[in-house]
């Protein structure tokens, strides 16, 4: 069974102002289909830095790690900008990304999550 995706948008990306310590965090999702099976994330940030080290400290507005968040549902944490991702269901799939500080609350700015989200459409060949 191979999978494609057959239509990548970005559903929105979220260009925040009013965060201190260097700049507003953005991120943004590229999904690309793998040759084989699958596809190949990248999550770019801006003014963010992944830090697994610091796992459980104290928040910093522009440090932590990502959640991995597929049609609704939390599949993983990511500490760095490329991950892997197994066959989707058939059908639309919405692939999000949120940026989340390293004591476990999601970066936020003006009231609004820093997240982006590509949707994908899985086929069987």
């Not at 049609?71 to 990511?78: A, D, K, S």
Request: glycine share 10%; aromatic share 8%; hydrophobic share 40%.
């Amino acid at each position: 069974m191979k999978s494609h995706i057959f239509l990548a948008g970005s559903v929105f990306a979220l260009l925040l102002t009013g965060c201190s310590g260097g700049g507003n965090p953005t991120v943004d999702l590229t999904v690309k289909d793998d040759p084989v099976e699958g596809w190949n994330l990248y999550v770019e940030t801006t003014n963010f830095t992944f830090t697994p080290d610091e796992i459980s400290a104290p928040a910093d507005d522009n440090k932590g790690y990502a959640l991995l968040i597929v049609n609704g549902q939390v599949i993983t944490r990511l500490y760095s900008d490329w991950t892997y991702l197994p066959g989707l269901p058939v059908g639309n799939n919405t692939i999000g990304i949120a940026l989340y500080h390293n004591d476990h609350t999601p970066v936020v700015v003006d009231g609004t999550e820093v997240t982006d989200a590509e949707v994908v459409v899985a086929s069987q060949e």
